[in-house]
T-cell receptor, first 116, second 112 residues
Framework: GAGVSQSPSNKVTEKGKDVELRCDPI?????LYWYRQSLGQGLEFLIY????????KSGLPSDRFSAERTGGSVSTLTIQRTQQEDSAVYLC??????????????FGPGTRLTVT | AQTVTQSQPEMSVQEAETVTLSCTYD???????LFWYKQPPSRQMILVIR??????QNATENRFSVNFQKAAKSFSLKISDSQLGDAAMYFC?????????FGAGTILRVKS
């Protein structure tokens, strides 16, 4: 079946502009996660959606970052007034469910964001 | 807060040889899961192997196996009969209930 898809694959934007990154999770997966991977570093958690529950936004680095998930499926990560330090690969993952289980998170190919 | 430490920024192995990647973690929880992910240059994160903390038996997936030492909070990955296709960045990750916490990664180079 289809995996997690993300668009665009690459995005170059000017400092101060807003950007939207899209994630299409695997159909039926109730949990959706956003991570950020800065150059040469590990992945940093940003935000997590589980079903209709309030999202866990504890990883968002500033109020310029926001995300929504419509209809329990597609998610959009928005970065307002982009800064050069926002340059990174943004990875989305989905999971059949969350909680205490060994379900893996399936990752998309990521969006490489470059802020000039 | 949970932390994951990978102390080897880079490792090299000769084709067909065995290599071990180290990972330690810190947590006060008793129920959790540990994962090794592989990230080739394509950026696609691929699950290599997983371990449930309540299981004493070390997980094995073909050429990949782990040495899970719960008391020492250690979770190393052993790759046997290394192949050129194993070259990638490897991330150790911890999860209890929801989000994954990742280590900084180890670049694995495979020499022919």
């Amino acid at each position: 079946g289809a995996g997690v898809s993300q668009s665009p694959s690459n995005k170059v934007t000017e400092k101060g502009k807003d950007v939207e990154l899209r994630c299409d999770p695997i159909s039926g997966h109730t949990a959706l996660y956003w991570y950020r991977q800065s150059l040469g570093q590990g992945l940093e958690f940003l935000i997590y959606f589980q079903g209709n529950s309030a999202p866990d936004k504890s990883g968002l680095p500033s109020d310029r970052f926001s995300a929504e998930r419509t209809g329990g499926s597609v998610s959009t990560l928005t970065i307002q007034r982009t800064q050069q330090e926002d340059s990174a690969v943004y990875l989305c993952a989905s999971s059949p469910r969350s909680g205490y289980s060994s379900y893996e998170q399936y990752f998309g190919p990521g969006t490489r964001l470059t802020v000039t | 807060a949970q932390t994951v430490t990978q102390s080897q920024p880079e490792m090299s192995v000769q084709e067909a040889e065995t290599v071990t990647l180290s990972c330690t973690y810190d947590t006060s929880e008793s129920d959790y899961y540990l994962f090794w992910y592989k990230q080739p240059p394509s950026r696609q994160m691929i699950l290599v192997i997983r371990q449930e903390a309540y299981k004493q038996q070390n997980a094995t997936e073909n050429r990949f196996s782990v040495n899970f030492q719960k008391a020492a909070k250690s979770f190393s990955l052993k790759i046997s009969d290394s192949q050129l296709g194993d070259a990638a960045m490897y991330f150790c990750a911890y999860r209890s209930r929801d989000k994954l916490v990742f280590g900084a990664g180890t670049i694995l180079r495979v020499k022919s």
